[in-house]
């Protein structure tokens, strides 16, 4: 969906677009209102930036949740106490014989958040840089203030 604000133009061609669509307009209007879930509408580029950095990162968050609740569940599920105090591999020997001192699991664990803390610090600079941007301004103003 194209959040440009140059998108929301009406025009009077598009009039009847628009009072057609009033009744849900009324109920949709752009305001903040108590337990709401998303953003609202954005009335800048920036805060279009920040919307899709916002969804950027719960896409990496989703996605992390998902793959440690399965490793946490394979887990629980693969080694869990069978009978007596006695864990039982046979069926797993192959799985389980890899797991301890591999030293290519561990450096993949290791440099795998470095690189997922690089894409998520990439755009939000970059975001964080356009935010100190003001562009020409038509108008400054000078105040001094004495105490």
Known sequence: MKRHPNHFIYTKEHGWQVK?????????????VDRQINFQNPATLVMDGVIDLHHDIMAFLILIVAVVAYILFSALFNFREVVNGHREFEGLGAVTRHVN??????VIWTILPAFILIAIALPSFALLYAMDDVGEPTLTIKVIGHQ
């Open 20 to 32: 057609s669509f009033l009744p849900l307009a009324i109920v949709g209007f752009d305001v903040a």
């Open 101 to 106: 001192h591999h030293s290519l699991l561990e």
